[in-house]
Each structure stands twice: as C-alpha cells, then as structure tokens.
C-alpha cells in the first residue's frame, strides 16, 4: 500500500476506558509511525444495533466494573473521578469534534482529550453547547463555532454516517481500534496494537 | 493478615482466555510471593445466574473474539488452535482437578495446564472420563482415579458448591482472579494483578 495507514479510533466519549486509550493512543502511532483518526460514535445505537450492552448493564459486572474504571487508569498513572451522570448523551461534542476535524484536523487529539477530561477528571459537562464552548475555548479553540455545530444539517448527517460506519466496521463496544484492517477492541488490546504497528502482524 | 494470600484462579476449561491466563498465572505468583489457588467452576451456570453472556453469543463480538482468541495466544507465545467442539460441558475434568486437590495439590497446576493443552493445543477430548484420564496418565498422575471422581458423589457435591462460590464471590466472566480481597476479571487484567502482588495495592 502506497499511504501511510492511520489507526482508526473509534470511541464514544461517555466510555471511560476510552478516555484511558485516548490517553495512550498518540504514543502508539508516533511508535508504529502511523497517524490516529478521531472517530467519534454513540454507543447506544451501536448497542442497540449489535445487541451487545455496556459492562454497567450487567449487575455483577457493573459492581465489579465501577472499582476497575478507577483502578485501570490509575495503573496507567491517569486521574479518573466518577462523573456525576453516567452514562451522558456525547451527541453535542462528537458534533463538535467532527466540525474541529474539517477546520483545524491537527487540533483533534487534544480537543477528544480535553473533552474528556472535563468529564472524567474535572467533573465539567460535556453534554451540553455551553459545556463543549467552554472546553474548546480554554484550549484557544473556537469554542462558540464548535459549538454551534450541534445545529449544523451537514454535520448532523456526518454525525449520523459516522456512527453507521463505526456499526458496518463490526463496532460493538468501545474503544475500537481499525489498522490495517485489524481490529482491536477495548483498551486492554492497545498492547496488541502497539506490537501490531512497531513489529508488524502477528 | 499473618499467612501468606493466595491468589484464587476462577476458570472454567472451556474459556480460551483462562487457558491463556493459565499459563501465566505461576510466573505472576511467584513475582509476588503468593501460591495460587485453582478454582474450577462451570460458566455456564455463572452466565445464568449471573445475566452475563459468553463472547460467542453475541454475533458482532463472536466474529471479532474467534480472531482475538489466537491472536491474544500468540501475543502471549502461545499456540491457541481452535477446538472442533466449542464451547465443552468441563464437568467431568473439573471433578478430577478438585479429586486431585485433595490429593495431590501440588500437581494440580500442571493438571490444568495440561487440560487446557489437551483442548486448545493438541485437539484433544477433555470432556469424557477416557480423556480426562489420558491427559492425567501422560503426566503420570492416577488417570483412572482422577476420572473415577466424576461419579463420587463427595466430590460432586464439592462441584456444585464450587461453582456456588464462583457466583458468591462476584464471578460473571472467566479468568477470574482474586487476591486479598480484590478482583481481577480477564486475561487482560494480569498486568494489573502482577502489580497488585508485586507492589501493592493501587
């Protein structure tokens, strides 16, 4: 292949162990000389169309899970608060990030990671416009602009397109990551995808 | 505490990453000091109690677990060759591995390891009492005696309150992994564990 693959990374940002991969995933490709791409999707409708369900569904996994959210990112040396809400509605801000990827693609990274940040670390709310401006204006970002674009018809689509790609992909939790046409799903495989990119298939 | 934890190792033969956690498990126990605790159970009735479900069962995550299975194997530089029966009632090996904790403890981790290299490596049956006592003869263990334990009525009995352990301890999925007090669920949470037995709680 002539292009330098990029490592597709699909997350919902109401899924803690996203954040603890957003957290990881840039050093992963700078080591397999990759790029990541920011793919945002909603994970209730990739729930509902696969028919898998988040670990807090699950009464024994969700007591179990509730201590290994915390405790997996302080293995990574990441701060994880239990957010107020839980599960949110990440529809404002994947609009946002989708609008950042089309004007300023390079700034994307940082934004996902700011944005969970505010959720997952600082206690802000990301759910709503006034939420996701404030976050995206504390990074010098046009926050006003991202904001708006939870009522722009284009990104709207893009929005609802992006979600049935990361369905078609085989998507069925989160995060998943796509490189080479491997799959990698949940944080505990980035491992696997850092050898998958440094050395090579296995 | 005054004595030593041991690290109790909840699986069940049929699941693939507890035979991947299997074989690491030791090197993990002795990094911490600690002896494991082998601890058949029967996911099947964990999953029914329980409301949680196999990775199979679910058509998405079926068709991406069936290439992470062996991948995860190799990962680890372990062979993994997918069983023509799947998943496999583990009833009548569990019954012999708790026969041989009564009487032969310290054989009991290279009793599972070889079980679990009967069914994943090697294509063997480890669902018969024939086969359970072909693998315990080719490690020069008491065949006849370990498959005689699927008709002792102490040791079912024994079986049963196992897997009632299982469920009581909080079990929804296999390997399952606790060490004073806290839980590790997945091959993918040893990392975790060999911190916790090394350093210390997190």
């Known amino acids: ?57 699950n009464p024994a996994k969700g007591k179990y899970s509730i201590k290994d959210f915390p405790r997996t990112a302080r293995f990574y040396g990441l701060e994880l608060n239990w957010p107020k809400q839980f599960p949110i509605n990440a529809t404002v801000a994947s609009r946002a ?16 990671r700011a944005l969970y940040r505010a959720y997952f670390v600082t206690g802000g709310d990301i759910t709503s416009e006034e939420g996701v401006k404030a976050v995206a204006d504390a990074m010098g970002l046009d926050g006003a602009a991202l904001a708006a674009a939870n009522n722009d018809e284009a990104i709207k689509e893009q929005m609802k ?31 696997q995808l850092r050898k998958w990119v440094v050395e090579g298939p296995f």
């Open 161 to 191: 397109a992006a979600v049935q790609e990361s369905i078609d992909i085989g998507m069925f939790g989160a995060p998943y990551c796509v490189v080479d046409g491997e799959a990698f799903w949940g944080q505990d495989r980035l491992d």
């Open 97 to 112: 990030i989708l609008k950042l990827k089309a004007t300023q693609p390079e700034k994307v990274g940082d934004f996902v």
């Open 1 to 57: 292949m002539a292009t330098k693959q990029t490592i597709d990374f699909y997350f919902d940002l109401t899924s803690p162990y996203s954040y603890v991969a957003a957290e990881q995933i840039e050093a992963i490709a700078q080591a397999g000389n990759r790029t990541v791409n920011y793919k945002p999707t909603l994970l209730g409708f990739v729930f509902k169309s696969t028919g898998n369900s988040a670990p807090m569904m």
